[in-house]
């Protein structure tokens, strides 16, 4: 089975998205899942998605929606909302099995 594929998206696929990209893994190897992470820019995001992808977390604001769902990555920044977040994105890890 192919890994699940997370991608993680910012304005400019630096700053932010490393850090929440660093959270994503550490959550999901805690919890025993295991992920493929693609960083990249939110102007990216069409252009890779796949059958493979189950979740895109964004610290930007994102307008479109891509089939897939998605949460927002900033109380990976910000510690508002943290726990509330990570419990989001392990709802959607597992349902995704």
């Known amino acids: 089975m192919a890994k699940k594929k997370v991608i993680v998206a910012c304005g400019g696929a630096v700053a932010t998205s490393t850090i929440t990209a660093n959270k994503v893994v550490e959550l999901a190897k805690e919890n025993g899942i295991d992920i493929e992470i693609c960083q990249i820019r939110i102007s990216e995001i069409a252009?890779?998605?796949?059958?493979?992808?189950?979740?895109?977390?964004?610290?930007?604001?994102?307008?479109?929606?891509?089939?897939?769902?998605l949460i927002s990555g900033m109380p990976f920044i910000s510690g508002v909302k943290l726990e509330e977040t990570k419990a989001a994105i392990l709802k959607v890890l597992k349902g995704a099995q």
């Not at 252009?47 to 769902?69: A, E, H």
């Open 47 to 69: 252009s890779n998605l796949d059958s493979n992808t189950v979740l895109i977390v964004s610290t930007s604001r994102v307008k479109r929606d891509y089939g897939v769902p």
